[in-house]
């Protein structure tokens, strides 16, 4: 059973065009961040949230923590080609003390084309 | 300011091998991370490192292991190679605590085929 379920999977939009990604879960996480990555390269991070509730904007990404901190969503405002990639969530699940790490989505393919 | 460094980048091996990866992190980040990434599973935690120390450790069976050095630098071992341990193995480094917060840097990855 995947502990963040990421949708859709696969998504292939015009240039101009707006999207948005989900990130659910039945857990509480300490935060929730988002990561893109290219083919052959290791996942950057584009974002982190965590208060419940939170909103964070970057150019023409929203990012939104859920108010239980269970979920989140990527919108994207008119996408273009150089957005394409693997958009990755991930939760930090807290076990207590100093023990934790990222629980990651499959994560959504983005192409978007001119 | 120098990314995380994971070398080699890509290496071939046999079934029954067993094989080292190596990961330099962000100067002054003393927490390391490993991921292992798969189409099928996508990204899995393996394990984390905290000065020398391993802090968590993922669901995965004891060929898997791994230490970190006083310097931060960490490796990772998988002994017995299997077929099915062909994946990209991921290096990602945080500031002391903080990579709940701040997030994490990742490495570019080994790409590990076992043939």
């Known amino acids: 059973t995947q502990l963040l379920e990421q949708s859709p999977q696969f998504l292939s939009i015009q240039e101009g065009e707006n999207l948005t990604v989900y990130c659910n879960s039945s857990?509480?996480?300490?935060?929730l961040q988002w990561y893109r990555q290219e083919p052959g390269e290791g996942p950057v991070l584009l974002v982190t949230?965590?208060?419940?509730?939170e909103v964070k904007k970057l150019k023409r990404l929203t990012f939104q923590f859920g108010d239980a901190r269970k979920d989140s969503s990527l919108h994207i405002t008119a996408a273009q080609p150089g957005d394409t990639g693997l958009y990755l969530c991930?939760?930090?699940?807290?076990?207590?003390?100093?023990?934790?790490?990222?629980?990651f989505g499959k994560g959504t393919k983005l192409s978007v084309k001119p | 300011k120098a990314g995380v460094t994971q070398t080699p980048r890509y290496l071939i091996k046999t079934r029954g091998q067993q094989v080292t990866l190596s990961c330099s992190p962000i100067?002054?980040?003393?927490?390391v991370s490993w991921y292992q990434q798969t189409p099928g599973q996508g990204l899995q935690f393996l394990f984390e490192?905290?000065?020398?120390?391993?802090?968590n450790k993922g669901n995965f069976p004891g060929r898997f292991s791994g230490r970190q050095f006083s310097n931060s630098r960490s490796e990772m071992n998988v002994s017995t190679l299997e077929l099915g341990d062909s994946a990209l193995y991921l290096c990602?480094?945080?500031?002391?605590?903080?990579?709940?917060?701040?997030?994490?840097?990742f490495g570019s990855g080994t790409r590990l085929t076992v043939v």
């Open positions: 990602a480094s945080s500031p002391r605590g903080g990579g709940w917060r701040y997030g994490y840097t």
């Open positions: 857990s509480v996480f300490s935060s």
């Open positions: 949230v965590v208060t419940g509730g």
């Open positions: 991930a939760g930090y699940m807290n076990y207590g003390g100093s023990q934790g790490n990222l629980i």
């Open positions: 100067s002054g980040h003393r927490s």
């Open positions: 490192y905290f000065s020398e120390t391993q802090r």
